[in-house]
């Protein structure tokens, strides 16, 4: 993989001397000036930019510049940054306090929502990130089944618990430490990995070990080696296979929760797991993760049952608000329709602009995620797991991003993400997009 920092695309650096100044001094002060990889354009090259504001679809950066959001904070922004619903909901919250340690009448309130929904989910628990949620799911499957093994796949990425940051994706993977040091042989010695839309090798490990398994877990769609979307076949085979060993399959929708359609991946995909993690968009952008699936095994999470988990600021009331509000307008106004027409006109127009400009990519999309996979060859390429998407021409991908960046177009600082956007985003934001994306393409072909 070209480390894509020896590349360096960052034009226009003088125009963000704020952003500079402000990553010198946090460097001092923060490991590697950020408090999460994925923020530190490990993936691009360059300086990462420091904002002052975020408003509906566009964030302001400290040297005033701004730029067309399509991260929305890594997925939670699907109805954009201070949705009025959301704020007025947090503001309320605010005035009668900001955690009590006890149980609330608004957290039932939320579960509600949720278990409405999420077609996997009768019972559900909140925690504060989407990396507790698939750590506590992990273990109230090996809880629930006595079961140790664990199957995972390359390029899914379920947060940094210790027995998950295996092959990991998103910043692990664009950082090079998709097994990180300091994950011990023990922690990992349970996770098996295998190559995501690749049946057989399930197949072949619940045939040689199907009653050790506690669980597969996957993102039903993955964002996290980029936009990856599964066969038919794998998840069906996925399904059968658990289903027949007593194991449990465990959806991440920590990125797909209510972003591909109100009840997720599973509801648009018509696949129903064990139990499913959220995170993201079900905290509104406060810190706000779940996890839930069937009751009978759900009822063995403490104090229900024995297996442990437990969290000071679980269902914290802002969280909870700010959630509460997100899946209520998402239930009154399904933004889903606008989402997909909108994804539509971009996958066409970046398809069309890259071929305008020679260049060979490969462009999968979901709903409002969407990753443009920039290759090396004449061919392009099918990217369906990590083995091909980690064949990416990540320089090629940086000197678009900073091509888009300085066009005012806020894009993901990886190849190994995807991007995301929301109800607030115009057709007008659209058309500058691909207009910016084809500015930029014809750029790079000259180059
Ligand atoms: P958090 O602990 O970051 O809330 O959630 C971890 C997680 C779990 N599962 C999936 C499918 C996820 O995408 C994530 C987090 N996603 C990354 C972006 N690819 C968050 C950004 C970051 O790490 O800063």
Redesign the pocket.
């Known amino acids: 993989m070209t480390p894509a920092r020896s590349l360096p695309h960052e034009a226009h650096a003088d125009r963000r001397t704020a952003s500079r100044a402000a990553f010198a001094r946090a460097r001092r002060l923060i490991p590697g000036g950020v408090n999460?990889?994925?923020?530190a354009f490990g993936g691009v090259g360059g300086e990462p930019i420091f904002f002052a504001r975020a408003d509906g679809q566009r964030l302001t950066d400290i040297d005033g510049t701004t730029y067309l959001d399509y991260i929305g904070s890594?997925?939670p922004m699907i109805l954009g940054h201070r949705h009025p619903r959301v704020v007025a909901a947090i503001e309320a919250a605010l005035q009668t306090g900001t955690s009590y340690g006890a149980p609330t009448e608004a957290e039932s309130r939320l579960a509600e929502l949720i278990i409405d929904a999420v077609p996997s989910i009768e019972k559900v628990r909140m925690v504060s990130?989407?990396?507790?949620a698939?750590m506590s799911a992990v273990r109230l499957a090996r809880g629930f089944t006595g079961r140790d093994k664990l199957i995972k796949f390359a390029g899914n990425?379920?947060?940094h618990a210790d027995a998950l940051l295996v092959a990991a994706g998103?910043?692990a993977a664009t950082l090079g430490v998709p097994n990180s040091p300091g994950v011990t042989a023990g922690a990992a010695q349970d996770t098996i990995v295998l190559e995501y839309n690749e049946p057989s090798q399930l197949e072949a490990t619940f045939r040689a070990q199907g009653n050790t398994i506690a669980a597969v877990v996957m993102?039903p769609v993955v964002?996290?080696m980029g936009l990856v979307a599964p066969t038919r076949e794998f998840l069906e085979t996925a399904r059968r296979l658990t289903q027949a060993h007593g194991a449990l399959l465990v959806f991440?929708e920590?990125?797909t929760g209510f972003r591909l359609s109100l009840g997720g991946a599973q509801q648009l995909l018509g696949i129903t797991p064990d139990l499913t993690?959220l995170?993201?968009i079900v905290g509104g952008g406060l810190p706000l993760?779940a996890y839930g699936g069937r009751g009978d095994v759900m009822d063995h999470v403490l104090p229900a049952g024995k297996v442990f988990q437990a969290g000071t600021l679980s269902g914290n009331p802002l969280a909870v608000a700010a959630g509460t509000a997100t899946l209520l307008e998402l239930r009154d106004h399904p933004p889903y329709a606008q989402l997909e027409r909108h994804g539509s006109a971009l996958e066409a127009g970046f398809r069309v602009a890259a071929a305008a400009a020679g260049l060979t990519v490969w462009i999968a999309r979901v709903g409002s995620m969407m990753t443009m996979f920039f290759q090396r060859g004449d061919e392009a390429v099918p990217v369906m797991g990590w083995q091909t998407a980690s064949r990416s021409d990540t320089g090629r991908y940086a000197a678009f991003f900073w091509g888009m960046i300085d066009r005012g177009i806020y894009l993901p600082c990886s190849q190994y993400?995807a991007l995301f956007f929301s109800s607030m985003h115009t057709d007008d934001d659209i058309d500058a997009t691909i207009a910016a994306a084809a500015d930029v393409l014809k750029g790079m072909a000259r180059a």
């Not at 999460?36 to 923020?39: E, I, Y």
């Open positions: 999460s990889p994925a923020r890594w997925g990130s989407g990396t507790e698939a990425y379920h947060g998103s910043s993102e964002g996290n991440d920590v990125m993690t995170g993201k993760g993400e």
